[in-house]
């Protein structure tokens, strides 16, 4: 009977495998599938039977309930939800701002209208001469260039709702990346969206692990974003100083002997006028050396561009240097042609990598209509009009003339730049007269750093904005991200100079300027132990 019974169950089985054998091989890629598995167990048994188990754990896993039971759930009332709603204090987003950061919030300037050389302020009613808002060659509230602006919004719309290589290219695009082409004397030219991001994303397209980037201490919070992006070996040279800068091109260049390491691309990254203190880079000093050491150098000119040279091209066109010696040249178009966004120029191929290796390029939305064609009338502007950046520099010099007299400050910018820093006139008190050791190019800081009371500083020089603001100028002291950038500016005034004002209104509101430097300085340097210091 038990015989009967086992012979009756394996003619069963064999009946289902032969059925389940047949279905399984009548769907289409079964022979793959079974292929795959004999080569798996024949190659590794052990295999077969992991992803049998892993199989079974996920198909049981489907299977289970979502939930475990009533018992894993509290049933609260409506009371309760009430009281435990009431009783949620949620911890801050950010951390309290302080009494000091609340006042200088407070006292930032709201415009009514729009921007402008003189625009009229919320908290007067009264206009104000404008020295705090970059407009170096008078673009905003260009008539023309608003109509332009209007019309192309209502053609285009908005936004372009996509990054440019995928729906986000218009021709209005392609159009102002051959006019800045043109403009520089580059082969080829790349928009984008934002001009800070256009900075940091050039950077880390070209500059990988393993490469070698030579950058200047005092790069802006950018070019230091890009850096570590591209997590390249890292050299730095003293601020601006040219000769510190050769010195750590020959020791790189005595390492990579060392090391065996021919094949590491070198790049030399600076900028044109420093945002932190509006030095100028030596150009021609620069091109020399990268030549000379065989390195690619990427020159950021955010604040150069728009701003010097005889049309506003520029380092290139100030120093008289061929663009093509510089292999990446980065603008931006918000602060130059007062639009929006940023741009990188240089050889055609180095234009294409980044359209596919530049990550503000690929995931961001490309630049809205508007502000292209914003940026191509000032373009135009530029071009067409080259007293502007002549009365410019007009104005640079009446307000150097008046600063550079004044011995309570000090001002580090060029003499040919119209962004201007003001500083205090306090020495250091940590640092001697002669450093001890040369830097290390391997840290970002100094061995002696420079340090002064930072908040101190940076409550006086509100005071002196304030008190200029009282008198109808408008001015700002430098914005810094204090914590975050690799070594801490010092606190300053900046100054932008702008060609929409007439020399004589230039120097009216510089003198301002300096009335209130003196009236704040004056009032806490009298009894006061600062005054040696200011004094």
């Not at 209104?505 to 009894?527: D, H, P």
């Amino acid at each position: 009977m038990s015989t009967s019974y086992a012979s009756d169950l394996i003619d069963i089985l064999a009946h289902s495998m032969s059925t389940a054998e047949a279905t399984f091989y009548s769907l289409p890629g079964s022979g793959i599938i079974e292929r795959y598995v004999r080569s798996s167990h024949k190659n590794d048994p052990g295999r077969t039977f992991l992803e049998l188990l892993l199989f079974f754990f996920v198909l049981r896993t489907l299977m289970m309930s979502r939930t475990t039971g009533d018992k894993s759930f509290i049933d609260f009332s409506s009371k309760e939800i009430d009281d435990l709603v009431e009783e949620w204090n949620p911890e801050p987003l950010a951390k309290p701002l302080s009494p000091r950061e609340k006042a200088e919030l407070d006292a930032v300037h709201v415009v009514a209208g729009a921007n402008g050389p003189k625009p009229k302020l919320v908290s007067t009613g009264k206009t104000a001469v404008n020295l705090a808002s970059f407009n170096f060659a008078g673009l905003q509230g260009k008539e023309h260039i608003t109509t332009n602006a209007v019309r192309t919004m209502r053609e285009y719309g908005t936004g372009t709702c996509g990054p440019s290589g995928f729906y986000g290219t218009i021709d209005v695009h392609i159009q102002l990346e051959k006019e800045i082409a043109e403009f520089l004397d580059t082969e080829s030219a790349l928009v984008y969206a934002q001009g800070f991001s256009t900075t940091s994303s050039v950077i880390a397209a070209f500059a990988k692990r393993g490469d070698i980037i030579v950058a200047d201490r005092g790069v802006n919070f950018a070019i230091q974003k890009g850096i570590q992006i591209s997590r390249s070996t890292v050299r730095w040279y003293d601020h601006n100083d040219l000769k510190s800068l050769e010195t750590v091109l020959q020791s790189v260049a005595k390492e990579r002997r060392r090391r065996k390491n021919p094949h590491a691309r070198c790049f030399i990254v600076t900028e044109g006028i420093f945002e932190q203190d509006g030095a100028i880079s030596d150009l021609p000093k620069l091109v020399d050396l990268k030549m000379k050491y065989k390195y690619r150098l990427i020159l950021d000119e955010s604040f150069s561009f728009g701003s010097i040279g005889r049309t506003g091209r520029g380092l290139t066109e100030l120093y008289n240097v061929p663009a093509s010696k510089v292999d990446l040249l980065i603008g931006s178009l918000a602060i130059g042609l007062c639009a929006g966004g940023g741009f990188c120029a240089g050889s055609s191929i180095a234009i294409e990598h980044q359209k596919n290796n530049a990550g503000a390029f690929v995931f961001s939305a490309s630049l809205p209509a508007f502000l292209t064609t914003s940026a191509s009338e000032g373009i135009n502007f530029l071009r067409s009009s080259p007293s502007t950046l002549t009365a410019l520099q007009e104005n640079v010099r009446a307000a150097r003339t008046i600063l550079d007299k004044l011995d309570i400050i000090q001002v580090p910018s060029h003499p040919v730049s119209p962004l201007i820093h003001i500083r205090l006139r306090s020495p250091p008190v940590n640092v001697s007269a002669v450093p001890s050791k040369p830097n290390n190019p391997s840290v970002a800081k100094p061995r002696e750093l420079p340090k002064w009371d930072i908040e101190e500083e940076e409550i006086i020089l509100q005071e002196v904005v304030e008190e200029a603001l009282s008198q109808g100028v408008m001015i700002t002291k430098a914005k810094r991200l204090r914590g975050q950038e690799l070594i801490e500016p010092r606190p300053s005034i900046r100054l932008a100079i702008s060609a929409a004002l007439s020399k004589k209104e230039t120097e009216k509101a510089v003198g301002v300027v300096k009335a209130a430097i003196i009236k704040v300085l004056g009032r806490r340097g009298s009894g006061s132990s600062r005054s040696s210091l200011l004094f």
